[in-house]
């Protein structure tokens, strides 16, 4: 699977990868091929080095370590990133940001990290403000150990120009790009207009530098890729 256009990612039983109820996942067999085998849910780590290898093409840029998230399984990824830089792959990490604690036991083993933000309306907590406070934490500790570190946040037709402004000051201090990601509309789910999208890059510009800051979609759903 073909998850950026400079990465191969290989998914252990997400979604839910944090549930111990999900029985069965699924690997690619081929890159780009869109056919997958179905494996029992958990697998060992020597076993999936095996097939990390056997997707490695030659223009593999980094292994990705992606949603559910990672760091509710922090041994296991701990384990299968050591061996996996033994064997000299540069490894990238997704993380919602939310476990600065299991961030601090690791953080030394990628070399890329995109951490969430997650934007109020998304609603993702009950007290939102104390959750991104943890994400900037583990944005904090990722860029101490000098990885390649950048925010992303999704945003919607709710989002307030004053949260991207406050992301934007706080990511500033740390020297941290930010993402500003359209949502892909669901359910009630709206994107932001054009309006809103010069709106928030403008409120970020405030803090952060041009260059510092860029726009995404998630291309993944676009194109059709899982």
């Known amino acids: 699977m ?3 256009p400079i990465e191969h990612s290989l998914r252990r039983n ?7 109820e999900i029985q069965e996942f699924r690997i690619e067999e081929t890159p780009g091929a869109g056919e997958f085998a179905v494996f ?13 290898k056997k997707l490695e093409t030659s223009d ?27 064997e000299g792959h540069t490894l990238y990490l997704e993380t919602n940001g ?16 995109c951490c969430d ?20 934490e583990t944005i ?13 946040v999704v945003v919607t037709s709710e989002t307030k120009t004053e949260n991207i402004e406050w992301y934007a000051m706080e990511l500033a201090k740390m020297e941290c790009p930010l993402c500003i990601q359209i949502v892909t509309p ?12 010069f709106q928030f890059t403008e409120a970020a510009s405030k803090y952060l530098g041009k260059n510092d800051i860029s726009l995404s979609i998630q291309a993944h759903k676009i194109i059709g890729i899982l």
Not at 40 to 52: E, G, Q, R
Request: aromatic share 10%; proline share 5%; net charge positive.
């Open 140 to 152: 904090r500790i990722f860029k101490e150990v000098k990885a390649k570190t950048f925010a992303k």
């Open 186 to 197: 669901f359910g009630e789910v709206e994107k932001p207009t054009i309006k809103q999208l």
């Open 40 to 52: 029992s849910n958990p697998m060992d780590s020597s076993s999936l080095i095996k097939y990390v």
């Open 2 to 4: 073909v998850r950026h």
């Open 98 to 113: 939310s476990l600065p604690q299991c961030a601090s036991k690791m953080a030394d083993l990628f070399e890329y990290c």
């Open 60 to 86: 593999l840029h980094s292994v990705s370590f992606t949603g559910g998230e990672p760091l509710f399984q922090t041994d296991f990824i701990k384990k299968v990133s050591q061996s996996l830089l033994s």
């Open 117 to 136: 933000i997650k934007d109020e309306s998304s609603r993702a907590a009950s007290d939102w403000s104390a959750l991104v406070e943890k994400e900037f």
């Open 14 to 20: 997400s979604p839910g990868a944090q549930n111990p």
